[in-house]
């Protein structure tokens, strides 16, 4: 059945057609996906494309790696789930983040990073026994109404609560405070003034959600300083950066240690996992108890399967020269695009770390959510919707990143740029 006719089937029957904000993109509101495998995705009218969207950030191995794949099928035929006591592999999985992850010495498993975000805030409130949540403006920590604000915010609502749905109780939104991400002074004002009722400060390190926005050392530095002082839980929310720009997340590459982390996408190469890990008194509040000083669970938390999609990826993270790669590849996609709109004299600002890209359509600099203002939306979706004609997928939506992943190699990268140049040409002419 080709793709018109199935998503015509999908809006009759599923809201807006799809399972999740931002899979429905304007100009692709038909696209049936059908295949992955490696760095190709294929719709269900057989066209292939070289995909950077990569689901948002998990696949860091590649789409069907073949050895998450295989452990994933072992781990079903030994297990499905039994809902009672612990695995092995949970096990394995917990000792392996404690051993790679600075901030982590106890963890709990979820099913999504917005379990993790959640659990994150409700026990900084236990610990703390106070109300406020501090978030910056870009940043997204999952669906739940704490962290529902704020992210890719209007001109006209920066620097106001701008909730991302309805429904949402006033006072939970009024709990939030929004500040701007790499200003340490706005940072230390917040705290001067609220410190006392900051349960806790939950950041991306690295904002991916808009693209890629690095931290100033200075502005991490300062949060960790003013949440100890105000004592004060601080979350990293790694869901994207975690295994993907480090083992150790983005806190083994700043050197700040956070209290709390919380984790996604590529830990398990695109089986559904979050984790929550961190200080062990803090953790050590989950009960399982209902009435514990904090409740967590989960029917399919520790899911065998997803436990053995997390160690299968870990296991070739650990042996092969995967951040190597994709590490690479990065940086001579970046380079490679900076090349081209310099050449053509388009302002742009290509931006990234390691396995994640992003041209912004702007001049400098992009420090700020604020800088990304500037970005012409127009250029940035037109570019994109240009690169799919090429075979290329990035995701046609304003400010979004892409990825590489090991299965992804230099032809491709070639590929890419030789799209990108003519997908820019022809977006100017
Ligand atoms: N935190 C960050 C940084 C994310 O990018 C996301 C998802 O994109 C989440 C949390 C929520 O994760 P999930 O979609 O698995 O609930």
């Known amino acids: 059945m080709n793709q018109r ?59 069907n790696d073949p050895d998450v794949a295989e452990a994933v099928a072992a781990a079903g035929r030994s297990l499905d789930l039994a809902g009672v006591g612990v695995t092995q592999g949970e096990i394995e999985l917990a000792e392996t983040l404690a051993e790679l992850v600075p901030g982590i010495e106890k963890s709990l498993l979820t099913s999504t990073g917005s379990e993790a975000t959640f659990h994150a805030l409700r026990v900084a409130r236990a610990a703390t026994g106070r109300r406020l949540v501090v978030k910056f403006q870009g940043c997204y920590h999952g669906w739940h109404d704490s962290v529902s604000l704020n992210v890719i915010s209007a001109p006209d609502r920066v620097g106001a609560r701008d909730p991302i749905s309805t429904g949402i109780l006033p006072e939970v939104l009024e709990a939030t405070l929004v500040l701007p991400f790499n200003s340490a002074e706005a940072v230390r004002r917040a705290f001067a003034e609220h410190g ?28 960790r300083e003013e949440c100890t002082k105000a004592g004060s839980v601080l979350v990293f929310d790694e869901v994207i950066t975690g295994f993907r720009h480090a083992l150790g997340g983005w806190q083994q590459i700043s050197g700040v240690t956070p209290d709390l982390t919380t984790l996604g996408k590529a830990i398990a190469n695109g089986y559904p996992v979050g984790a929550l890990g961190g200080r062990a008194d803090l953790m050590d509040l989950f009960s399982s108890r209902p009435g514990g000083p904090a409740f967590f669970a989960g029917t399919y938390n520790g899911h065998p399967a997803v436990v053995a999609a997390a160690l299968a990826t870990v296991r070739k993270l650990r042996a092969e020269p995967v951040h190597e790669h994709v590490f690479a590849l990065g940086a001579r996609i970046r380079e490679g695009l900076t090349a081209i709109f310099d050449g053509l004299g388009v302002p742009a600002v290509v931006a990234g770390y390691g396995s994640v890209f992003v041209a912004y359509f702007m001049t400098g600099p992009a420090r700020t959510y604020t800088d990304l203002l500037r970005n012409d939306a127009e250029m940035f979706i037109g570019y994109r919707r240009r690169l799919l004609g090429h075979g290329v997928f990035e995701l046609p939506l304003n400010l979004k990143r892409s990825h590489v992943s090991y299965a992804h190699t230099g032809a491709d990268v070639d590929h890419l740029l030789e799209a990108a140049e003519q997908a820019a040409r022809a977006q100017l002419a």
Request: hydrophobic share 40%; glycine share 10%; aromatic share 4%.
């Open 5 to 63: 006719v199935l998503s015509e089937r999908a809006r009759r029957v599923i809201p807006g057609g799809v399972n999740s904000g931002q899979r429905s993109v304007p100009g692709l509101t038909d696209l049936v996906i059908a295949h992955a495998e490696g760095a190709r995705i294929r719709d269900a009218d057989g066209r292939e494309y070289v995909d950077y969207h990569a689901a948002f950030g998990p696949p860091l191995l590649g789409h």
């Open 196 to 223: 006392a009722d900051i349960a806790a400060a939950i950041v991306e390190p690295v904002p991916h959600n808009v693209g890629c926005l690095l931290p100033e050392p200075e502005f991490l530095r300062t949060l």
